[in-house]
């Protein structure tokens, strides 16, 4: 990968480092993750405002549809995986 794009068009399209014929759901969810700590680590307040700029109608539906299921699931008891950098409150 070189560009934004193939970074891009790599995770639109990512099924399994494993076996391409069976989705990791776990795994893009570690990947999701990763991205959820940069943010929080990286991203000012403000900049929030602009998130739904980048987010299709149905993008914004199904990360509203994640945030409900992940408010009805038991805590999880995972460790942070935050850089411990000054950005977003958790």
């Given at each position: 990968?070189?560009?934004f ?12 480092f494993?076996?391409p ?25 403000a ?34 995986r ?9």
């Amino acid at each position: 990968m070189k560009t934004f794009e193939d970074l891009e068009a790599m995770l639109r399209e990512w099924v399994s480092f494993a076996d391409p014929h069976v989705y990791d759901a776990g795994g893009i969810a570690a990947l999701f993750a990763a991205c959820l700590d940069n943010m929080r680590s990286h991203m000012l307040e403000a900049e929030l405002e602009d998130i739904g700029a980048y987010l299709t109608a149905e993008q914004t539906a199904f990360v509203l549809k994640l945030a409900t299921m992940l408010r009805r699931a038991p805590s999880s008891d995972q460790p942070d995986r935050a850089t411990g950098r000054e950005g977003i409150p958790g």
